[in-house]
């Protein structure tokens, strides 16, 4: 681990906005500090693959009323944005390190309003088709978590994986509410989180990437 990797893995274990899970712990989701009973009545926003927690600090500093929750695997890219959110006083934004496979031990079921997935990894070869974030497994794990009503918005620079989601979400019987082809491209339809970019986001637009978006329902078992 690099040194400065390594500075940060310490730092963000002594931060009190983060969660660190241990692999072979698995209490009980009222455990953790966005379940206090002060966030009840709080509406609930979750990133998966937050990296830096962009997208996380953005919905937190736009939208006080809701509680954020940013989760990612790695904690030195968490612990940016975890000390961003304390040096701006942002109480609203949790950063959890887990995978997101194991994302249902940690928040009761029907309790998140939105989940969003920014820029996950398209993971092509064949065998780890059912790890992509938009994969069967996980839809079942989204609509567990979501509300009535909930939505999951996807960005991605990946059209191959945006078709792949596309068809997922049919698939599983989910609809799709909202699409398109790029979210840079003024329409009507464009997602209000446009504003905020990640790093990887920026570096995508450099090169001349089309960023899409996808929102989508899990609750209704009919197909559009």
């Given at each position: 681990m690099a040194k400065n990797k390594r500075q940060k893995f310490e730092?963000?274990?002594?931060?009190?906005?983060?969660?660190?899970?241990?692999?072979?712990?698995?209490?009980?989701?009222?455990?953790?500090?966005?379940n206090q009973p002060r966030y009840a009545g709080m509406q609930r926003i979750l990133e998966l693959g937050c990296g830096k927690g962009e997208h996380s600090l953005a919905f937190a500093a736009a939208s006080p009323q809701k509680l954020c929750v940013g989760v990612d695997y790695k904690s030195h890219r968490m612990c940016v944005g975890a000390e961003k959110a304390l040096a701006r006083g942002l109480g609203n934004v949790f950063f959890l390190r887990t995978r997101v496979e194991r994302i249902r031990e940690f928040f009761p079921p029907h309790s998140i309003d939105e989940i969003w997935l920014t820029f996950p990894d398209p993971l092509w070869k064949?065998?780890?088709?059912?790890?992509?974030?938009?994969?069967?497994?996980?839809?079942?794990?989204?609509?567990?978590?979501?509300?009535?009503?909930?939505?999951?918005?996807?960005?991605?620079?990946?059209?191959?994986?945006?078709?792949?989601?596309?068809?997922?979400?049919?698939?599983?019987?989910?609809?799709?509410t909202a699409m398109r082809e790029n979210v840079y491209d003024g329409g009507p339809d464009s997602p209000v989180a446009v504003g905020a970019v990640s790093a990887y986001e920026r570096a995508a637009l450099s090169r001349g990437a089309a960023i899409r978006y996808l929102e989508f329902t899990l609750n209704a078992f009919s197909s559009i």
């Open positions: 730092r963000v274990r002594h931060l009190p906005n983060v969660t660190l899970s241990e692999e072979t712990v698995a209490p009980s989701p009222q455990a953790f500090p966005w064949n065998r780890k088709s059912m790890q992509r974030l938009t994969a069967a497994p996980f839809l079942n794990d989204y609509a567990n978590l979501l509300v009535p009503g909930g939505s999951v918005h996807l960005k991605t620079d990946s059209q191959r994986f945006f078709r792949f989601s596309c068809e997922s979400v049919r698939r599983w019987g989910g609809r799709v």
